[in-house]
C-alpha cells in the first residue's frame, strides 16, 4: 500500500530539473521525511544498462516501437525495485523524468500515439500516476542558448530545435490535459525563486497528505 510521496519532474533538455529535484530533496528532508531521489531511464544497475543501449548514439538504426519498450523496460525495473518499496515504507520518491517523458517524446514528439504509449507504460508502472509532476516550462530556444551559453545556434542545432518544439508542444498539452497533477513551473527565473512556486505546491500538498 503506498504511503510515501510520489513527486515528478519533467521538462526539456536545459530546463534546470536537475538544480530543482536537488533543492527539492534538501527541502523535504529538513522536515524529517526521508527522501529518495532517482533518474530516468536508469536509476537501478537493470535500468542503467537499458540507458546505455537507448542513448548510445552508435545505435543509429533504432525503431521506434523498440526505443519506447526500452524505456518501458528501463521504468518497470526502477518501479519494482525502488519506487513501490520506497512508496509503501513512506518514503518520499523525487524521480527526474517519468512516465509523462514518454507520452510527450515517444506519443507526441515521435509521432508513436498515445494509446501505445499508455497501453505499454500502464504495465511498466502498474499503474502508478505521480501526486504532483513539476513541468519546468522554457521555452526551447531559450533552453539551447542556456546550454550552449552563446546567443544563436547553428544549423544542425536549429534542426534539433524542431523536435525541442514538437516535446514543448507535448508538455503544454498534457499539462492542460491534467492541471490537477501537473504544475506548470516558469523556469526563466532565477533558480531560488523558480524553487519558490515548487515549494508553494510541495508545502500545500504535505499538509493535505498528513490530513
Ligand atoms: P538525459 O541525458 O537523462 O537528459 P535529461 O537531463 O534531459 O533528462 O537523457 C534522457 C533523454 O531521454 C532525454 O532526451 C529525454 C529522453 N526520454 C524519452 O524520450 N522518453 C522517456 O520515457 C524518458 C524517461 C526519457
Do not use: W
Request: proline residues 4%; contains cysteine; neutral net charge.
Amino acid at each position: 500500500m503506498k504511503k510515501g510521496l510520489f513527486i515528478t519532474f519533467e521538462g526539456g533538455d536545459g530546463s534546470g530539473k536537475t538544480t530543482q529535484v536537488k533543492l527539492l530533496k534538501e527541502y523535504i528532508a529538513g522536515k524529517g521525511i526521508e527522501v529518495v531521489t532517482v533518474r530516468e531511464p536508469g536509476g537501478v544497475p537493470v535500468s542503467e544498462k537499458i540507458r546505455e543501449i537507448i542513448l548510445d548514439s552508435k545505435n543509429t538504426e533504432m525503431d521506434n516501437i523498440t526505443e519506447m519498450l526500452l524505456y518501458a523496460a528501463s521504468r518497470a525495473q526502477l518501479v519494482s525495485q525502488v519506487i513501490i518499496p520506497a512508496l509503501d515504507s513512506g518514503k518520499c520518491v523525487i524521480c527526474d523524468r517519468f512516465v509523462d517523458s514518454s507520452y510527450v517524446y515517444q506519443g507526441i514528439a515521435r509521432g508513436m500515439g498515445m494509446d501505445m504509449v499508455k497501453a505499454i507504460n500502464d504495465i511498466a508502472t502498474r499503474k502508478l500516476v505521480p501526486d504532483i509532476t513539476f513541468f519546468m516550462d522554457v521555452e526551447p530556444m531559450t533552453a539551447l542558448k542556456r546550454r550552449l551559453g552563446i546567443s544563436e545556434p547553428d544549423r544542425l542545432e536549429r534542426e534539433d530545435i524542431s523536435f525541442h518544439d514538437k516535446v514543448y508542444r507535448g508538455y503544454v498539452m498534457i499539462a492542460d490535459m491534467y492541471p490537477e497533477r501537473i504544475k506548470r513551473i516558469n523556469g526563466l527565473l532565477p533558480p531560488e525563486e523558480v524553487f519558490l512556486q515548487i515549494k508553494r505546491h510541495v508545502d500545500d500538498l504535505i499538509c493535505r497528505y498528513k490530513d
